[in-house]
């Protein structure tokens, strides 16, 4: 492999993200009449913001509209996203180095553009990623993977010169179907299937070395 390009997931993967969702949803559902455990909320991880609504919908037995009114409030008002308070403390200076090595980097998230941008303003990362797509940029949402074949097209990169980073379930098998080399970032806190990827770092410091030896071939 001649390494010339990495696309990364953005939550859980470069922000501690899924621990804020599953609290918080886990914590306005209970207002609806919700009694169940913590753990039913996990289900919601990797999935586009249409699922999650599908999902608590079935939790709370709340119309898709009365699902995603109370989900705004809650997130959006009470207690919105601080992206960085959440952002891994290595991923700055990992992706920054990433960039020096000369490696196109792309971001594909199923969060909407307007988080994309906010994630990147409020982090500092402007300048960063070459391309970013949101489900807004797609037609099938991970598995499927559409999103990382599209990035790759923008980045004009075969599928042998990139690496996947992912860390939810879906994320990975969209990039196993990619037929991308997928890196898994790991997490033991929500039951997250992440056997299917192809390698697994704890967080992207492991990344450095192997990146440093496979970028030249």
């Known amino acids: 492999m001649k390494l010339q390009g ?5 939550d859980g993967t470069l922000i ?11 914590e ?3 207002r609806y009449g919700f009694n169940g455990e913590i753990e039913e909320v996990y289900s919601i991880i990797g999935t586009t913001i249409d699922v999650t609504y599908e999902i608590l919908a079935k939790l709370t037995n709340l ?3 009365e699902v995603a009114k109370a ?3 809650y997130f959006n008002n009470e207690n ?3 992206y960085a308070k959440i952002i891994y403390p290595e991923v700055k200076k990992c992706l920054k180095e990433f960039k020096d090595m000369g490696l196109k980097l792309a971001l594909c998230t199923s969060s909407s553009r307007k988080e994309i941008e906010r994630f990147i303003n409020e982090c500092g990362l402007e300048g960063i990623f070459d391309v970013t797509l ?4 797609i037609v099938l949402a991970k598995p499927n993977p559409e999103i990382y074949l599209k990035a790759l097209d923008k980045l004009d990169l075969d599928v042998d010169e990139a690496i996947i980073v992912e860390d939810s379930k879906e994320g990975i098998r969209a990039g196993i179907n990619s037929n991308v080399y997928t890196f898994v970032r790991k997490d033991y806190r929500f039951n997250i299937d992440q056997s299917a990827g192809n390698a697994f770092i704890d967080n992207l410091n492991d990344l450095i ?6 970028i030249n071939g």
Do not use: H
Not at 209 to 214: D, I, K, P, T
């Open 6 to 10: 990495i696309l990364f997931d953005m």
């Open 16 to 26: 501690d993200s899924e621990k804020y969702y599953v609290e918080g949803t886990y």
């Open 28 to 30: 306005w559902i209970q």
């Open 63 to 65: 119309s898709i509209s």
């Open 71 to 73: 989900n705004d409030a």
């Open 80 to 82: 919105p996203l601080n």
């Open 134 to 137: 949101g489900f807004e940029d």
């Open 209 to 214: 070395e192997w990146v440093r030896s496979n």
